[in-house]
């Protein structure tokens, strides 16, 4: 695959040294290890090697949707973890085809994610509150292609969901107990209704709000990621670890 | 949404009481609260409600994909938890329009989520050397309408991998190391591999090789689920979890 | 060392077959491997074999404390774990000569180790309320011979401690925050209180209750036990854990 | 209880400002609210209060030994975290009059729990090969008044434990198998021996050397210790934890 103008690369030195670049006609990227010209990229297959000016060696290869969010978005808002995110879009059913709502859209990393598995001929609409966050949220959208599979809304979600009979509806918020009336009211029959919330005590109050709503199958969890550090005869997880990053509250309308 | 023959249903007493079926004509599902005829549910709506013959309440609702491969699959070997193919399908970049390799394809539980992403225009390859095994996946697959996007292959793995440039190569086998140089030569640049392993040894085997063969960005991790029980003012984790199912590596083709 | 009667036993057959006893005249125990009589025992040591009815042989070795208290003791209620007790006993400074107050004494385990531990120049004051548990608690420790460092009081702890300038106050009920002003009023400067509770709410209470009583150096935590099968080259953490027992809450009187 | 000069103290202005001090005659102490002259401390009582040359108030109160191991001992090792520590001791049976063998000695923080414990009339003997280390671990034990309850031996525990019929053995050494024979050999029928290490390869060789060496009741594990951070409606484990210290592994001489 030919690289071209606009593109995102991931240039590789080693493990600890790998960057992630837009492709861009006149922009160079400097490293600890010497600068890459990023023009010299263009035309070039993803997959070949080039130089920095002092003759390091590059990988020049196509980054993950993940890679890109997590490193290519300009974040206004606390990103949601990959874990997390994975487990949220399985757990909803969403995949081609699906239609979602969304609250907040934040920086818009749970909005790209959905946005890629819903594509072509699903649809994401994404409630945003705070307008200049949308903005961003917009932005980082366009710059990886998947703007046009969302619709972002300037809104209160609280107020109200425009859509009915959707496959899932996604809150990011501090009190999403505010929206479960407006979240059953869109939903179909057997719609997933996922919420990421920060604290125990919002886990407790989700959760318990779903069940007054009339939700079935409503369950609380948190995931836990353990890294390891891998030597041949030195095995074992690392020192230090995330230890926390949110609570899922998941349901389904009747 | 109009049920009818053939159709998944999940038919929902209480949150202990709740049953996967599929719709068929003449059959009945024998539960603690009564008999409830299948027939019945043909030309009802998701979301509908009916009564068992001791007249009990039952929703029907239409389960999610995880459902069915959880509750509906004929099982040959052991599933892999949704946590983790989640947390797989997500990294590898797996979405509509990909190519993924899968080896082995057991009970086909993963082979399910992958073809469900990939939809309507990418495809799965999955790599299955006993025979009896791949025959149960199939019917798996076809029990959910998604064995169109999959081709099943009778083949060891380890022999050669016939696809090119694919975007991702799934491994749950034993033995992944003795597989990766095929991996390798399969993805494109960028192309991710994952292996899922239950043992530390695997884990430890699986990086190292991975390192060998020259992927990047190799990792090894774990994922832990941790469920609360949620009750207003006495919210804790649950008193037994499942503390292990397996170690994820990652690596991509630079 | 030789065993007389009265003394316990572990009667180790295999991993999954060992069994405590206490060596009693005219007894014997009933295993699947056959009958070992207890009478048996008194004279031989403690390291000693025999064999069961069936010829099976049994190797006698002397119990751990902790043995006793989790295979030993009349269960009146829910045992403290392990892990959770060597905590709180080590990060309460809990040694030779230490002073404890205890609440409430429920079996009598957490009590039976603070014992083992002051000997034999401190001393336990245990609070509980229900008298048939005090009982149940007062057999079992005089069964491991620690009921002398133990005074065992059937008194409601909300209403007072009598005891002043002690090492610790070890709190292991329903609402610690009841207490902790008598607490306070018990220890020494520079005592440690520590609660133990088994929801996220009570944590939350506890901690902020010390706080206001004045406590310094106030800190909520729990302990997770993570065993592992070990085979060789096949490592891995078993599959079904505890997944919870409770939170542990420390503060110390300034 | 009056301080006098050598006394440890621990200086409490708030959560994030208090320190651990030796009091001496002409010392003073430097914090960010000001200097704290130790002088003024000698003769006063745990729990009193004074204030820095600025103004600011300090609690005077009694440190814990945990607070001593961890901020005041001199450092020429990692130092065993306190949840680990306090599972070896109580899992190992050590109290009142037990004696205890340990290597390597390291910077004598488990040694100095052990002596805490098996005090006044047990012993702890210690190994350790490194000479300055062993230094190190003396004062630091002299500096919490326990070095009279320990043998210091600069000697390879590997080429023979001197002692026998001793209670519990505990190895903090890379290699622990190479020990288990003479660990065997020092124990009393029913001791314990603990070994801790970092890696899942070093579990695995002392689980399967412990088996082969005629241990009973084998067992390997860890800790996770997860904090809290309570506030009032906010409470939620927190971000950053420690992911990973070392394996225990378990056995008896039968």
Chains 1, 2, 3, 4 share one sequence.
């Not at 160079?28 to 997959?47: C, F, K, M, N, R």
């Not at 606390?78 to 874990?83: A, E, L, R, S």
């Not at 899932?168 to 999403?176: E, I, K």
């Not at 969890?221 to 030597?231: A, D, T």
Request: proline share 4%; glycine share 10%; hydrophobic share 40%.
């Amino acid at each position: 695959m030919v690289i071209k103008e606009g593109d995102w690369v991931l240039l590789y030195i080693d493990a600890k040294r790998n960057y992630l670049a837009r492709v861009r006609r006149g922009h160079e990227l400097h490293t600890d290890e010497g600068v890459i010209a990023l023009d010299e990229l263009i035309g070039s297959e993803y997959g070949s090697t080039l130089r920095t000016h002092l003759g390091v060696k590059v990988i020049v290869t196509r980054p993950t949707l993940v890679d890109i969010i997590l490193r290519g978005f300009k974040r206004s808002t606390q990103i949601i973890y990959p874990k997390d995110a994975a487990f949220i879009v399985l757990n909803a059913g969403v995949g081609p085809g699906s239609v979602v709502v969304e609250a907040g859209t934040g920086t818009g990393a749970l909005t790209a994610i959905l946005a890629y598995l819903v594509r072509p001929s699903g649809k994401v609409y994404t409630y945003e509150i705070r307008k200049e966050i949308l903005e961003v949220a917009k932005r980082n959208l366009r710059r990886v292609g998947l703007d046009k599979y969302v619709e972002f809304k300037h809104r209160d979600v609280r107020k109200g969901i425009d859509e009915r009979n959707v496959d899932a509806v996604v809150l990011d918020l501090p009190d999403p107990w505010t929206v479960l009336g407006n979240a059953y009211a869109a939903l179909r029959s057997g719609g997933v209704v996922v919420c990421f919330v920060p604290t125990v005590n919002q886990l407790e109050r989700t959760v318990c709000a779903m069940r007054e709503h009339g939700f079935i199958k409503v369950e609380g969890l948190e995931l836990l990621e353990r890294r390891y550090k891998v030597l041949p005869g030195e095995t074992r997880p690392v020192n230090v670890m995330v230890g926390h990053t949110g609570f899922i509250a998941f349901a389904r309308r009747p």
